[in-house]
């Protein structure tokens, strides 16, 4: 049964996506393809309507997940593109890349004799990309002689096929050229000699993210795969800021006014008397709150908000309801409250929040709840 009686809604413009995508796509050049890593909900934009515009409209081959709840969710969506699993696998549910297809990341030697008798049981072979270990220190083998010990395993054992190598940076979003993106990409190009000189073919070298994807060449070049996603998705590459592609915001998300109400000078709002009122004012209440999954410091610091195309501010935030300061700009029980996007010709933008709650879009988006309709806009 459907219900869609939503209080807010996370709007998302798919054609911008879709430009976006291409960008990128023109930018990395013919000799390089997207794989889109669409982890956490799609950072809150939904994972099976993003997972289907990217491997349908877009054109992506292989999608990566970071969970193998995410991987096997869209398989059971339907969607039968190549799937990977990026993040670390609890060894008990290893057993759904066998039975769901999927590809995983391989880099030490428990989970290599554990998936081969998995795969060898179900009569089939298990593809796996070598996770190298250049500096991050979350997942991976480091090249040398860990490298070297890991295939010699993966070569005596019969159902494992190696189809990719990658590596993860660490700090690529600091700047361009940082030293330290330098070093591990010299040391994930060693892993691949390595895995290659020991007579793998790979299918798939990745090591750029998003940041990388937008000024290391080099690393583009080299590879056969980009994954990136956020800044196809409208976030800004680059922690200060820099956007070199021209990628395009296609994030809209707003709620709506259930009250308004005068309140006078030396009155509060909410719970705690948290805001106080030094003059005459007009008051909004929302009917969006932190149980929606925004992070607080958003309402409570307030942050800016759109009302008719006036730009203000919010005065608080409960767990279902927050307030908003509507005093002089003209308004109705009913009118939208846009917290990201336009409204006249005011504009909010992903980039501002983050600097304004000093976190990132993973973390402001990425917890966005199911109480907020999805809507995925095509015109
Ligand atoms: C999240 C993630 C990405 C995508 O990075 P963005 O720069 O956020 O697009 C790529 N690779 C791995 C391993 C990841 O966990």
């Keep these: 049964m459907k219900n869609d009686y939503?209080?807010?809604?996370?709007?998302?413009?798919?054609?911008?996506?879709?430009?976006?995508?291409?960008?990128?796509?023109?930018?990395?050049?013919?000799?390089?393809?997207?794989?889109?890593?669409?982890?956490?909900?799609?950072?809150?934009?939904?994972?099976?309507?993003?997972?289907?515009?990217?491997?349908?409209?877009?054109?992506?081959?292989?999608?990566?997940?970071?969970?193998?709840?995410?991987?096997?969710?869209?398989?059971?969506a339907g969607l039968t593109c190549d799937i990977l699993v990026v993040g670390g696998i609890p060894q008990h549910l290893l057993h759904g890349a066998v039975e769901y297809d999927l590809q995983i990341p391989l880099f030490e030697a428990v989970t290599a004799r554990h998936i081969d008798r998995l795969a060898a049981a179900a009569g089939k072979k298990i593809r796996v990309h070598i996770k190298l270990n250049t500096g991050m220190n979350r997942?991976?083998?480091?090249?040398?002689?860990?490298?070297?010990?890991?295939?010699?395993?993966?070569?005596?054992?019969?159902?494992?096929?190696?189809?990719?190598?990658?590596?993860?940076?660490?700090?690529?979003?600091?700047d361009f050229y940082d030293p330290f993106a330098v070093e591990q990409f010299t040391q994930f190009q060693e892993g691949v000699h390595q895995i290659q000189d020991a007579g793998f073919s790979l299918q798939y070298i990745h090591c750029c993210n998003s940041a990388a994807t937008a000024w290391y060449q080099e690393a583009i070049d080299y590879s056969t795969h980009v994954r990136s996603c956020t800044s196809i998705l409208g976030h800004m590459a680059m922690e200060d800021g820099r956007e070199p592609l021209g990628l395009v915001e296609p994030v809209e998300i707003g709620t709506y006014i259930t009250n308004i109400h005068q309140i006078d000078a030396g009155e509060s709002v909410g719970y705690s008397r948290a805001f106080m009122a030094e003059q005459p004012m007009t008051v909004a209440t929302l009917s969006l709150g932190f149980a929606d999954g925004f992070y607080?410091?958003?309402?409570?610091?307030?942050?800016?908000?759109?009302?008719?195309?006036?730009?203000?501010?919010?005065?608080?935030?409960?767990?279902?309801?927050?307030?908003?300061?509507?005093?002089?700009?003209?308004?109705?029980?009913?009118?939208?409250?846009?917290?990201?996007?336009k409204s006249g010709d005011q504009q909010i933008t992903t980039w501002e929040i983050e600097q304004f709650c000093e976190n990132t879009f993973e973390f402001l988006y990425g917890t966005i709840g199911q109480r907020v309709e999805r809507i995925y806009k095509w015109t």
């Excluded at 013919?30 to 054109?59: E, H, R, S, W």
């Design 139 to 174: 997942l991976g083998v480091k090249a040398g002689k860990q490298l070297e010990n890991l295939l010699d395993l993966v070569k005596s054992l019969g159902h494992i096929e190696v189809v990719g190598a990658y590596t993860h940076f660490a700090t690529s979003t600091a």
């Design 6 to 76: 939503f209080n807010a809604y996370f709007q998302v413009d798919m054609p911008v996506v879709i430009n976006n995508y291409n960008k990128v796509k023109a930018h990395i050049g013919a000799n390089t393809d997207i794989i889109p890593v669409i982890k956490g909900n799609c950072y809150g934009f939904g994972l099976i309507p993003m997972a289907k515009l990217f491997a349908q409209d877009c054109g992506a081959k292989l999608i990566a997940d970071a969970a193998m709840y995410e991987a096997v969710t869209l398989r059971q």
């Design 296 to 341: 607080p410091g958003w309402m409570r610091r307030q942050g800016p908000v759109l009302v008719n195309g006036h730009r203000t501010r919010f005065l608080g935030c409960c767990m279902d309801q927050s307030f908003i300061d509507v005093t002089d700009i003209p308004c109705k029980i009913g009118d939208k409250a846009i917290l990201v996007g």
